[in-house]
Nanobody
């Protein structure tokens, strides 16, 4: 019922910036938690950050101060602004939306930080 599509990934040099988008199709309202995850081969999936329907945000220690999660309710879109990128940020980034206990996932977008 809800589909999520990530975009904005790509190749960036260390210290650079990227802005990821997660566009949601389908209407939703009420209580929700939207999260950005990242996955690297050989490593456990990592929760990067979250934002709730009320605007409350949380960040993993590894990205705190560098990444910013935000939303545009009018556009049904969530964003992840990534600054001061490091090679260890390289991963497939996925958006996740939890609504009344049901999880919706995007397809993921590749972020590669390399010189």
């Amino acid at each position: 019922q809800v589909q999520l599509v990530e975009s904005g990934g790509g190749l960036v040099q260390p210290g650079g910036s990227l802005r990821l988008s997660c566009a949601a199709s389908g209407m939703f309202s009420g209580v929700y938690v939207m999260a950005w995850y990242r996955q690297t081969p050989g490593k456990q999936r990592e929760l990067v950050c979250t934002i709730t329907h009320s605007g409350r945000t949380n960040y993993a220690d590894s990205v705190k101060g560098r990444f910013t999660i935000s939303r545009d309710n009018a556009k049904n879109t969530f964003y992840l602004q990534m600054d001061s990128l490091k090679p260890e940020d390289t991963a497939v980034y996925l958006c996740n939306l939890n609504i009344v206990g049901t999880n919706y996932w995007g397809q993921g977008t590749q972020v590669t930080v390399s010189s």
